[in-house]
């Protein structure tokens, strides 16, 4: 089941990045649409797995954008991506998302 999940995961996101760049919580929203039964530390791990790959796949690059818009502040480091990075944006603050621009 995992494996199914993180596949189906890593679709999801690969196509929302043909329109827009993907906040990492948007990561947990689609887990918790798919399985509502998992708890936020399995949510973090699946969607940390289908972030490694999307990554190691060159899909898109971790940048900070600025909610609720597309633009970005700044580059992210993927060795900073912690439980924090996959929290729900707040108005006006950066948020971690990955992107194709």
Do not use: C
Not at 34 to 39: A, E, F, Q, R
Not at 74 to 82: A, H, I, K, L, M
């Amino acid at each position: 089941m995992t494996k199914d999940l993180v596949d189906a995961l890593v679709q999801d996101i690969r196509d929302l990045l043909d329109t827009s760049g993907v906040g990492l919580y948007e990561f947990i929203w689609i887990l918790r649409g798919m399985d509502s039964t998992l708890g936020m530390e399995a949510m973090h791990d699946q969607a940390s797995l289908a972030l490694r790959r999307l990554l190691a796949e060159r899909q898109g690059r971790l940048v900070l954008l600025m909610w609720p818009s597309q633009d970005v502040v700044g580059p992210y480091e993927p060795d900073n991506v912690g439980a924090n990075s996959w929290a729900d944006p707040s108005l006006e603050e950066p948020y971690v998302a990955i992107t194709r621009n």
